[in-house]
């Protein structure tokens, strides 16, 4: 990887917040990295939908009364159903009940599963829309688990995806974003792999380290042509005359030392003259110098690494077929789940995805944040737009989203740990949900779903649900309802989750143990 001298400069000078310095390695005055759990998944990826979302019309928890109840008749919109019939709702997996005390993946199957088994239908012509098609074809149920009912701790846009991301609801961040603090915990363990170890890419949220150090900063990045201009030494202006490198034995700041490094003679002078300068003033100087020191050490490792060579050759799809009913001039990632409601050759998502792929098998990244928005850039924040309009944009996401995850499930590991899949902890979410069906709007509600998939977490489950007790067909929405948890001081409870809960949960599947919610936080039983 290669950045101009303008950025070094900036590092060197201890600018902590720079999505950049995060990548370069230094540690300006904060905090240490940490270690995480062995034998857990080695890296986090977040697919948001922005705008508030219905999982439980995807991921149905309801009993056939509450569905008879609170879900509308099934009707169509241009051909596309909108709600479902109790009859409907069925296990994934074909089976019948639960397992193990808890629900197992189930929703509303609106197709014939063995016709597109066969491959025979196609959902463009086809009567019943493939909902979650993908889903079914690389048997996701096995990988994921979703929890119902979460209360956001409010309704407000901002505050609620500040709550999504560090688990406490507010108009400012009270705690690192959680890319944050998976990137810092595993940072030692990938420093000399994963140049850019916390990314949002896209329009993905980005948030802040608070007092994590420069390593867990997130890069906010858009495509390899940005990654390439931020990134490359292939501008003679900056990097005439710097670009040869060799690799010599090397020191820490205070002289011991620290292997092989492949370094420029501007490197290494600096570095040669920081060591010299060391004891000639105090200890708060000699720290600053130590930081610039450290930072340039990590330019080191990742310039070696031709980053931007390395995601130019690497492939995002390799292992999964495009869907054959998608027209020839639609990319992989391109949906039209059924009378052209939602339609999308692929542009409103496809290039955040095809870049978190080549990231991750490439080793690249830790923690990825992706923002995944309805066809067309679609905002799921439908109001007036209603239901009917956001059901089949969920449906068409959630759809892409299983394309994404069957790659990763198909893709081996690049440390040799099972499948991609089996070493990343993926969290599907939105800030919210939408009130209720019958209430005659479309507005937000706090009570929401998280799904996780992936690595660390027990498969074909699905936890919590929706609390109706004196809820009227025609009022806002259900409560959240009681779950097992464990406190943050080990007492256990059963109560509704929280965004906290989220939060907390996915850094234990993650092995972290080190960190801090403001307000309380505890492991929803069931998941790991």
Partial sequence: ??????????????????????????????????????????????????????????????????????????????????????????????????????????????????????????????????????????SLWEDACVVHGVDMGTAAHESARISAFCGA??????????????????????????????????????????????????????????????????????????????????????????????????????????????GLSNSGTDAFYQSIYDSYQGVSRVLAQDVVGMLESAVGVEYTDKPFYLPSSWSHW????????SSDSGGAWGESFDLALKMMKSDLATSISLNIPGTSSYHFDAHSAGLRSLLPEQRAVMEVVGRFLGEMKATPAPNGNGTLLDDTLVMVFSEFSRTWPNSGTCDHWPITSTVFAGGGITGNRMIGGYDFSGMAANTTGPRGAAVDVIEEGGDAANRAPRSADIVHTALKILGIDDFFIPGGSAEIVGVA
């Fill in 334 to 341: 391109g949906v039209d789940i059924g009378g052209g409601v």
């Fill in 1 to 138: 990887m290669s950045i101009t001298r303008r950025q070094l400069l900036k590092a060197s000078l201890g600018a902590s917040q720079l999505g950049l310095l995060g990548a370069l390695g230094g540690s300006i005055f904060s905090k240490s990295a940490f270690a995480a759990g062995t034998g857990c998944p080695t890296r986090l990826v977040t697919i948001y939908l922005p705008g508030g979302w219905m999982p439980g019309m995807f991921f149905c928890p309801m009993s056939p009364e509450d569905i008879g109840t609170f879900v509308p008749e099934r009707e169509s919109a241009s051909s596309e159903p909108i709600y479902f019939s109790a009859d409907q709702v069925r296990n994934f997996d074909g089976s019948d009940g639960g397992g193990g005390g808890f629900a197992k993946i189930r929703g509303p199957i609106e197709f014939d599963a063995e016709a597109f088994a066969a491959g025979l239908a196609d959902p463009r012509t086809d009567s019943s829309t493939p909902n979650g098609r993908s889903w079914h074809e690389h």
């Fill in 169 to 278: 609801p507010g108009a400012v961040y009270r705690a690192p974003v959680i890319h944050s603090v998976v990137a810092n915990a595993l940072y030692e363990a990938h420093k000399d792999t994963r140049a850019l170890p916390a990314v949002a890419l896209g329009r993905g949220p980005a948030g802040p380290t608070l007092s994590l150090p420069a390593t867990a900063a997130m890069s906010q990045l858009g495509n390899i042509e940005s990654i390439a201009e931020l990134l490359s030494v292939r501008e003679d202006i900056a990097w005439k005359g710097l670009r040869d490198r060799s690799v010599s034995s090397s020191k820490d700041f205070l002289g011991a030392d620290k292997g092989e490094l492949a370094q420029n003679t501007l490197e290494r002078t600096i570095q040669q003259r920081l060591r010299r300068l060391s």
